[in-house]
């Protein structure tokens, strides 16, 4: 059974720290995405991937968010330094570009106190 | 200004009872209008992907229908199972990049 998977599911941080999530997209797809969920804003995108390359980060705020496919079976998104706001859930999703149909990962809980 | 409207926020239905959801869009150049279902701590689940109006799709006790401005849910004879937030999200512009609603919120009573 394919599934995105996604680590840590959980992680709380004080203010300023460094954060990394990591995504494992399912085999053999080729597009990538990393999302963001909140009560206020509902799933925002915050960037995404097509065959390695980034192709749309205009959701992500730039001065403190970064996205990289260092491989095309491992996805990162960092923030540094974190801040309460970027308390969320974070997901990431993969898909076949041609079926636009996309596959989530369980999540990130990102706390930031 | 590419924009997404589910509605009722929430919807409470007793076991049997039959309804629907709503997702009205208004888009520039609408690629695909998708359904999605996340039950809590979860992430989002793909239920559906439509195309054009007049397209129906379905899947167990669920159907899927698309016109030029919305998009419906039908859920038929719903069960305690059926709970769950689905979510609606429509494709424009780049490829991939979905734009989603803020999702119904479905509790199924016994």
């Known amino acids: 059974d394919a599934r995105v998977t996604q680590t840590p599911r959980d992680k709380v941080t004080e203010m300023g720290q460094e954060v990394t999530m990591r995504c494992q997209p399912i085999l053999g797809h080729n597009t990538v995405f990393w999302y963001r969920q909140t009560m206020m804003q509902g799933l925002e995108l915050l960037a995404y991937?097509?065959?390695?390359?980034?192709?749309?980060d205009s959701g992500m705020p730039k001065d403190r968010f970064s996205a990289e496919m260092p491989d095309a079976t491992l996805a990162t998104l960092k923030i540094q330094p974190s801040e309460p706001r970027d308390s969320a859930v974070y997901f990431c999703?993969?898909?076949?570009?041609?079926?636009?149909?996309?596959?989530f990962g369980p999540g990130t809980r990102l706390t930031v106190t | 200004e590419d924009q997404v409207t589910q509605s009722p926020e929430a919807l409470r239905l007793q076991e049997g009872e039959s309804s629907s959801l709503n997702c009205s869009y208004t888009?520039?150049?609408?690629?695909?209008l998708f359904w999605y279902r996340q039950d809590p701590g979860k992430g989002p689940e793909f239920l559906f992907t439509?195309?054009?109006a007049g397209e129906e799709k379905e899947k167990e006790r669920l159907k899927a229908t698309l016109t030029k401005k919305e998009s419906f849910l039908h859920i038929t004879a719903p069960k305690p199972e059926d709970s769950a937030t689905y979510l609606c999200?429509?494709?424009?512009?780049?490829?991939?990049?979905?734009?989603f609603g803020q999702g119904t919120t479905l509790q199924v009573k016994p």
């Open positions: 888009v520039s150049g609408l690629r695909g």
């Open positions: 999703a993969s898909g076949f570009e041609f079926s636009y149909e996309q596959y």
């Open positions: 439509l195309y054009s």
């Open positions: 991937f097509r065959n390695r390359a980034p192709l749309d």
């Open positions: 999200a429509v494709q424009v512009g780049n490829p991939g990049k979905l734009i």
